[in-house]
């Protein structure tokens, strides 16, 4: 009888509620979004999941490329890895744009800073507030349609 060394463990299929619970425990993900040619362009991201209405909010800078490719095709993916790298989730669906922060204060600027950890004061949210306008920071909200991911057991 053959042994077999080395086989690794089957992957089991997340649920819907673990792979969002990925989605939350995390704050660093990769965003996949669709070039020209018709491959895959991958941005190092940090994203807020909010799990009740599905959707990662991602703060980025006007003029990037994956604002420019989102703008042309707003589908796009998600990828996280848990802490161990055992386990991942795809968030799938659709971006949309929000205007670019113009004012200190403004909707888009709130939203940005919602999705920080609290700030010791008001004047660090003021100057959060500024910087995120000198930077001309937007907010890419990815709609998720879709998620999937697996875990590897342990061996």
Known sequence: MAENYGAEPAPQSLSDEEL??????????????????GRPHLSTVRYAWDARHRVARISTIAGRLKVRQLQKDPRCSLYVAGDDFR??????????????SLEPGDEVGLELLAMQA??????????????????????????????????????
Not at 20 to 37: I, M, Y
Not at 141 to 147: C, S
């Open 20 to 37: 969002s619970g990925l989605l939350a425990e995390q704050r660093f993900g990769a965003l996949a979004t669709v070039k020209e040619n």
């Open 87 to 100: 386990a991942f989730a795809i968030a799938e669906g659709e971006a949309e744009l929000s205007p670019v």
């Open 118 to 155: 609290p700030f010791a004061g008001a004047e660090e949210e003021l100057a959060f507030l500024r910087q995120v306008v000198e930077d001309r920071r937007l907010v890419i909200r990815l709609r998720v349609a879709r998620l999937s991911g697996t875990s590897l057991p342990v061996a």
